[in-house]
């Protein structure tokens, strides 16, 4: 994709999923920190606990598989909008469960707006990316963790003093519904058939996307990413204070940790990807967080896992943005609908970390669980190939004649196929900060 001058709508859009990604982040941040309190307030145990997790990732799944008919149908402003509220609406209610059935359904309901805001802003953000013509979702992500970051140190501050969990989180969603909301009337004015122009005359997605073959390794790559990103967010906190003995305030922050180093990393991703290329960058941050993860194994004190906890943070930044652009731009089905299978599969098996993580726990102990953890990120270093990106079949015109050829082209082509390598664009304007 040749690179090009955005104009002024296309970087207020950009500007605006960016402010919707942070606000998605918020919302998964707060909630992380919570579930300590939500734990201790109903009195659960960690295989309890992590079956009402288990809807968390059902209502994502479920909500996941239905997105791309959605995103197909609506232009991005409306859709962002209501989706950003229903997500933020369920935000409130596990806090306010009285007991592990109606958790259970607060969970589902919860997990339903994640899943669907999710696909869409990401879906969103590829459209983007396609007029940038170079990489801009490792930047969107990289918002999406300072957001959670943001959300990790409420949550630590809430912990800290004491605040009921139910009025923590009874204060933050307003404030991340009205930010998102009102930041999406400046998304894309795209209607629903200009949103097929990849494919002349493509068909409405089907109800229910499941991955397609092609974008099958790509969904087991991210799979791997978010297990360990979602036992991280959801576990750290209680990891600290049943394995290290930390106080509340301490455990609180091992997450802060891990959501600053991801947040940091996935800024600067861009230009990393454009250095390295797609396939050493998540090889690379595959060993390190591998690295960190058995450090928490072998923690013996608070400090010690929090810096175990921040390594992971930076070998997983960016290869869930990679995953997402390499689907985009796979030219399997509709764009959407690519997106919506990379999602489901590698979310909706993420999101099941903190339920096996809660199971495995309850049958040995967390720190067994975490080495679990460990063999998954082994994944991405040997695993790291599926991401290598083949020239599409108009992309050979367009490239120079005598260009770097099968030498480099494991470790320069961008992953979406949204950008020339590195070695083809030499005066690129660098990596796309949001």
Partial sequence: MQQTAPDGATRRARLAISVVFAAHGAASGSFATAIPWIREHLDLSPGWLGIALVFLTVGASAAMSLSARLAHRYSPRPLLAWLSLMCCAGLALPALSPALGWLCLALFVYGCGLGLMDV??????????????????????????????????????????????????????????????????????????????????????????????????????????????????????????????????????????????????????????????????????????????????????????????????????????????????????????????????????????PAAVGWIAEATSLTVSFGMVTVLLLGLVFGAGVLRTRPRAAGPAKKPAGDAGDETEDESEYAGGAEPAAAEQPAGPGAASS
């Fill in 120 to 353: 869409a802003m990401n879906a969103h953000g590829v459209q983007i990316e396609e007029r940038y013509g170079r990489s801009v979702m490792s930047g969107l992500h990289g918002v999406w963790s300072v957001g959670t970051l943001l959300g990790g140190a409420g949550g630590a501050l809430a912990a800290h003093t004491g605040l009921d969990g139910r009025v923590h989180l009874a204060l933050v969603a307003p404030v991340v519904a009205v930010a998102a909301v009102v930041a999406s009337r400046w998304a894309l004015d795209v209607r629903a058939e200009e949103t097929a122009q990849s494919g002349e005359g493509e068909e409405e997605p089907p109800r229910f996307a499941l991955p397609a073959r092609a974008v099958l390794p790509i969904g087991v790559i991210g799979f791997c990413a978010i297990f360990a990103e979602g036992a991280s967010m959801d576990w750290s906190g209680i990891y600290l204070r049943d394995v290290t003995y930390a106080d509340p305030g301490l455990a609180a922050a091992a997450f802060t940790a891990f959501a600053c180093t991801m947040a940091v990393a996935r800024l600067v991703g861009d230009a990393v990807v454009r250095r390295l290329g797609p396939v050493r960058t998540v090889r690379v941050g595959g060993l390190v967080a591998a690295l960190g993860s058995a450090l928490v194994v072998a923690a013996g004190s608070p400090p010690q896992a929090v810096a175990g906890f921040a390594l992971i943070g930076v070998g997983i930044a960016v290869v869930v943005p990679l995953c997402f652009a390499a689907a985009g731009h796979s030219g399997t089905g509709s764009q959407g609908q690519a997106i919506a299978g990379v999602a489901t599969l590698a979310y909706a098996s993420g999101l099941a970390a």
